[in-house]
């Protein structure tokens, strides 16, 4: 079977995105993180690759001796100083004789130049995609999914993210809408982010970047809506 290696997979996103994948049945699935964990690699049921993000050719090393296709990159970290440790995994990716694929870490929303200029904790996205753009031999893809519907449905639903407060805090009863609170805005749970990025890999070519959600409302609705369950209780 094709190897895929998620990049963070051990929780969060990359860990929703490992279950997604696993279920196919269809993909040897392994995960690369900065520490061996055997008590949670024995839970996840896959092997996770101890990495140092920080040296591209041991980075290059790890994808050709574990004959790793697609790299799917959910790293929740980013470097201080130097050089970003996604930038090294494109790098090693691209260098790597066996890996042919990488999905980038900007799940969210479509990235442009002008990011780094509005929100300096995304430059780093940017440059990312820069040097996907630029690599010699990798096709490259990424999912643009709106905002992480798991927030509001913890833990009644199962994720792996952390429990984040934003915009609605609906267990206190309390609110903060960014401005007119009338703009549609798209919604998606990881496990269905999941399903979505293992149906991709079944596809011999893809395209630039893929636009998914589950449902798009305005914070005023979702606030209304939050407001009728919370009298129903």
């Known amino acids: 079977m094709p190897v895929v290696a998620v990049a963070g997979g051990t929780g969060g996103i990359g860990r ?33 690759l101890a990495t140092d993000y920080h040296n591209v050719g041991a980075l290059t090393q790890v994808l050709e001796d574990h004959n790793v296709h697609t790299v799917i990159s959910a790293l929740t970290f980013s470097s201080p100083e130097g050089v970003p440790p996604e930038l090294q995994l494109v790098l090693a990716a691209d ?23 509005l929100m300096g904790s995304m430059a780093f996205k940017v440059e990312c995609l820069k040097a996907l753009k630029e690599a010699k031999d990798l096709t490259y893809t990424s999912f643009y999914n709106g905002v992480f519907l798991d927030y509001w449905g913890m833990p009644t639903v199962t994720s792996f993210m952390k429990p984040t407060i934003m915009v609605l805090d609906i267990a206190n009863a309390a609110a903060a809408i960014p401005g007119s609170g009338n703009t549609p805005i798209a919604f998606t749970h990881t496990s269905d982010i999941a399903k979505y990025v293992a149906a991709v890999l079944d596809l011999d070519t893809w395209e630039p970047g893929y636009n998914i959600s589950a449902d798009k409302v305005t914070w005023n ?13």
């Open 221 to 233: 609705e979702f606030l209304a809506l939050a407001e009728r369950l919370k009298e129903q209780v």
């Open 95 to 117: 260098a790597s004789k066996t890996t042919k694929r990488y999905i980038a870490n900007n799940w969210g929303v479509p990235l442009t130049e002008e990011y780094e200029s």
């Open 16 to 48: 929703a995105i490992v279950e997604g994948i696993l279920a196919t049945g269809k993909y040897e699935v392994k995960t690369l993180s900065r520490r061996r964990n055997p008590e949670l690699e024995a839970l996840i049921g896959v092997t996770i």
